[in-house]
């Protein structure tokens, strides 16, 4: 959603969600990097539960690159955001609830704080702070991705190991995208594997 008038004066919050693979670092690097070439203050952070790519930079599944700062907990985050004008966030469903209090904060500053995560687990649970900050935010988009099996797009994101635990950090060795229609929160196999003929299937 766009704002229908240039806000002036005034921070505030927008986020950047849908499932994997469907382009939210990507979109946060390249609003980050419209603000840089208005030579406007930028920083960015990710939470350190995050090392895909490298330590110290954002990284895309496309392999664009920004630098950002690694922190452990949402409140390490306003000390280290000096005079930027634009706060860059990416992985935002591992940080811890205070992420909601820290970006509230930064937009009242006068700050305009661009937020991406999942919105959902690969069970389909909303995933840590990300439901409040989309309550609490001026401006949302969900991306969307296409589905590995029909084509169709994706708003889902399917565990294809055996694993349980909410969080697993990987990419396409452990997750797909996935449509509502094929997407399955209690199977692990990959598409490919289960599906020779394209879409059809029989599983629960
Ligand atoms: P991405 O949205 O930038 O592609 O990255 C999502 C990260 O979240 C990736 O490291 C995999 C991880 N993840 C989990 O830990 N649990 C989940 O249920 C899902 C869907 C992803
Ligand atoms: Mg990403
Ligand atoms: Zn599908």
Request: charged share 25%.
């Amino acid at each position: 959603m766009r704002p229908s008038a240039t806000p002036q004066d005034t921070g505030w919050i927008e986020v950047i969600t849908g499932c994997m693979f469907s382009g939210k670092t990507e979109e946060l690097i390249r609003r980050i990097r419209r603000a840089q070439y208005a030579h406007q203050s930028v920083v960015v952070f990710k939470p350190t539960i995050d090392r895909r790519y490298s330590t110290d930079s954002l990284g895309s599944h496309s392999g664009h690159r920004l630098r950002s700062f690694l922190v452990d907990r949402a409140a390490e985050i306003p000390s280290k955001v000096g005079d930027a004008q634009v706060v860059g966030i990416d992985e935002a469903q591992f940080f811890d609830a205070g992420l909601v209090g820290v970006a509230s904060d930064l937009a009242d500053a006068g700050r305009r704080v661009v937020v991406a995560g999942l919105d959902l687990d690969s069970q389909g649970r909303p995933f840590g702070p990300m439901p409040d900050l989309l309550a609490t935010a001026e401006y949302i988009d969900k991306m969307l991705a296409i589905c590995v099996v029909c084509g169709n797009p994706a708003d889902r994101t399917q565990r294809i190991v055996d694993r349980d635990a909410q969080i697993l950090v990987g990419e396409a060795d452990a997750y797909e995208a996935r449509c509502r229609r094929c997407w399955r929160p209690h199977a692990f196999a990959p598409a490919q594997e289960r599906l020779p003929f394209g879409r059809n299937l029989a599983d629960p």
